[in-house]
């Protein structure tokens, strides 16, 4: 069984799939407490599924890609058998995880988006740091980041671990705290092979609004 929040279609408003219509999975619960956490809200209830359940219930949207997220997805064992499923029905599936859990386990066909937790996280001693050495070129790592020192501080993890030479990366403002022009012109500056990514959902529809 897996504890639920909600699945729902929507627009991908991140990593390197953004714009592309996705059906979400949003699993209840996680570990971790960030302070700029944006789904607070998954973090109790939901309602129990069958894998079976959730399977139909993503079947009925008619859509390719699918993104299981959460909370913390990989907070619950079933999950990666969730991901093990929707693979092997011929899904495209991404994997959004916080980076504080193991990703060994999950399914290789499915594109993992780690989040890097940086020091404005608050979150940052989480982290399970040889999760980086098993992300792939179909992988993404993703920082969300609060002011300059966070930004300082993953320039400095993107060198130490040659993160851009093992896949995508991924840094994006928190919203409403760091100004977006700003950020870019640090990338400018710096000539730093990453991608710059806003949450593209937050501006089409309301920034707290769910199941978007």
Request: proline letters at 5%; hydrophobic letters at 40%.
């Amino acid at each position: 069984m897996l504890r639920v929040t909600e699945i729902f279609l929507s627009i991908q408003g991140e990593s390197t799939y953004v714009g592309r219509p996705c059906v979400f999975v949003r699993l209840t619960g996680c570990p971790l407490r960030c302070v700029w956490c944006d789904t607070a809200y998954a973090f109790y209830g939901g309602v129990e599924m069958t894998i079976e359940d959730v399977l139909t219930k993503v079947r009925m949207f008619g859509c390719h890609l699918v993104e299981v997220t959460g909370g913390e997805p990989l907070h619950q064992p079933e999950a990666c058998t969730l991901i093990e499923r929707l693979c092997t029905e011929g899904y495209d599936v991404l994997l959004e995880t916080s980076g504080a859990i193991d990703i060994s386990p999950v399914d290789k066909r499915a594109h993992v988006i780690l989040d890097i937790k940086c020091p404005g996280s608050g979150m940052m001693e989480r982290m399970r740091w040889e999760n980086l050495s098993r992300l792939t070129a179909k992988d993404e790592a993703k920082f969300v980041l609060r002011d300059r020192t966070d930004y300082e501080w993953a320039k400095t993890i993107l060198r130490q671990y040659e993160l851009a030479d093992r896949c995508p990366v991924l840094f994006s403002p928190v919203f409403g705290e760091l100004d977006l022009r700003r950020l870019a012109e640090w990338i400018l500056e710096d000539r730093l092979p990453v991608r710059f990514q806003i949450q593209l959902h937050k501006y089409i529809w309301a920034p707290d609004m769910k199941g978007v």
